[in-house]
């Protein structure tokens, strides 16, 4: 069972760390350091912004089942 949950949890860390990088950038932090300040004119909340930051959400879900998962079987 404890192999089980490590795979998810390397699957769904590759996953986020996948996801957040595709979210564009806000301004103001690091993402101006590397070009991400300009601003484009789609602008605006896309569905596919909408859809990625659901499905961000639910991989950090998992992600945080799997934590938590593990670390009550270590604990037993």
Known sequence: MELIFTI???????L?????LLH???G??????FGG????????S???ERNLDRLTVGIGVIWF???IALGL???Y
């Open 28 to 33: 103001g932090g690091m993402s101006d350091m």
């Open 73 to 75: 079987l270590k604990a």
């Open 46 to 48: 896309s569905v596919a």
């Open 65 to 67: 089942a799997c934590i």
């Open 24 to 26: 564009k950038g806000r």
């Open 37 to 44: 300040g300009v601003s484009s004119s789609l602008g605006g």
């Open 16 to 20: 986020m760390i996948l996801l957040v």
């Open 8 to 14: 998810v949890l390397m699957i769904a860390s590759g």
